[in-house]
């Protein structure tokens, strides 16, 4: 079975602060995702990457980065945590196009 | 502009009555549909999926059904069971070469026993 493993559950964090998340799956799986999910929008994408160090932007970016230095591994960065970005984070992972997305637990950011 | 649209945010369904979860769709390119359910405190797990050569796709007690005329899509769960107290997710690639997933609102379904 896929496992999709997020390093932390709950995170804490103050405005201002660079936020580290983190991703990791053991499937061997060529494309990674990063989405937030909030009430009444869905899950929205934030980053993905197809390769290792290779990354391309989702639908709402700003604010964030990413690093693949690593084909397992997938971290979600904020430069500067801001009171919006409180939000649920999930990291998935697939073999590619048309594959269904393997997901982790998730994250709950809270930014204060 | 979302492109998959999911617009009852929640469902009331009596366990062992059929659950029916809608889903509409703006981009006639769309060729692939899938549906995830999400538990609290859990990510998404994917449920079952529609290729748009078919209208009907089932699984033990989920069908999905597809209208591409309509561009409309639903979920029905037969029989309800308490379980089944998720936030269902539609969802569709996009059609560039990456295919990434496009999800709707979601739809809250509560299963009263």
């Known amino acids: 079975d896929v496992k999709v493993t997020q390093s932390s559950r709950y995170l804490v964090k103050r405005t201002g602060e660079k936020v580290f998340l983190e991703c990791v799956q053991d499937?061997?799986?060529?494309?990674m995702f990063w989405y937030r999910q909030d009430p009444g929008l869905g899950l929205r994408l934030i980053y993905f990457?197809?390769?290792?160090?290779?990354?391309e932007k989702g639908d709402i970016p700003e604010g964030y980065s990413v690093s693949r230095e690593k084909k397992e591994r997938f971290s979600l960065i904020l430069e500067s945590a801001s009171t919006n970005q409180t939000s649920m984070y999930l990291c998935?992972?697939?073999?590619?196009?048309?594959?269904?997305?393997?997901f982790g637990n998730g994250t709950r950011l809270t930014v204060t | 502009d979302q492109q998959v649209k999911q617009n009852s945010p929640s469902l009331s369904v009596q366990e062992g009555r059929i659950s029916i979860l809608n889903c509409d769709y703006t981009?006639?390119?769309?060729?692939?549909f899938l549906w995830y359910k999400k538990y609290p405190a859990e990510g998404p797990t994917f449920l079952i999926s529609?290729?748009?050569?078919?209208d009907k796709n089932e699984d033990g007690r989920f069908t999905v059904f597809l209208n591409k005329s309509a561009k409309h899509l639903s979920l029905h769960i037969v029989p309800s069971q308490p379980g089944d107290s998720a936030v269902y997710f539609c969802a569709a690639p996009t059609t560039d070469s990456w295919g990434k997933l496009q999800f709707g609102a979601g739809t809250q379904v509560v299963v009263t026993p």
């Open positions: 499937m061997d799986h060529e494309n």
């Open positions: 529609i290729s748009s050569i078919k």
């Open positions: 990457s197809y390769d290792v160090k290779m990354k």
């Open positions: 981009n006639s390119m769309f060729d692939y």
């Open positions: 998935a992972s697939s073999r590619g196009p048309n594959s269904p997305l393997h």
